[in-house]
């Protein structure tokens, strides 16, 4: 059974940055993609980043030249780079893995997490 889980999420003011990370395991094709998702509050999940098998990125609108997706040194551990963290940033992130196309929309991924809060205060 294929898990997701996400860690790093926390409390920041403004200005600040956070990392999160996610690892995979179980079983999972090998070439799979990753992409990041966040729920904020009274809103729809929406796509925050993704990452595919060659390392093309895209990321979106709102976070674009703020957020970094990488993929981490360790195995099956990805990350999500947060910088200059704004309060209409405050959410509950997701990861999530896809083995088909990969891109921002939901509908590519198979696999998620259970979520890690982000709260950025003023």
């Known amino acids: 059974q294929v898990q997701l889980v996400e860690s790093g999420g926390g409390s920041v003011q403004a200005g600040g940055s956070l990392r999160l990370s996610c690892v995979v395991s179980g079983y999972l094709h090998e070439n799979y993609h990753m992409g990041w998702f966040r729920e904020r509050p009274g809103k729809e999940r929406e796509a925050v980043a993704a990452i595919g098998l060659a390392g093309s990125t895209d990321y979106g609108d709102s976070v674009k030249g703020r957020f970094t997706i990488s993929k981490a040194n360790a195995k099956n551990t990805f990350q999500l780079q947060m910088d200059n963290l704004k309060p209409d940033d405050t959410a509950v992130y997701y990861c999530?893995?896809?083995?088909?196309?990969?891109?921002?929309?939901?509908?590519?991924?198979?696999?998620w997490g259970q979520g890690t809060q982000v709260t950025v205060s003023s």
């Open positions: 999530a893995a896809g083995t088909g196309p990969w891109g921002l929309l939901e509908h590519l991924y198979d696999y």
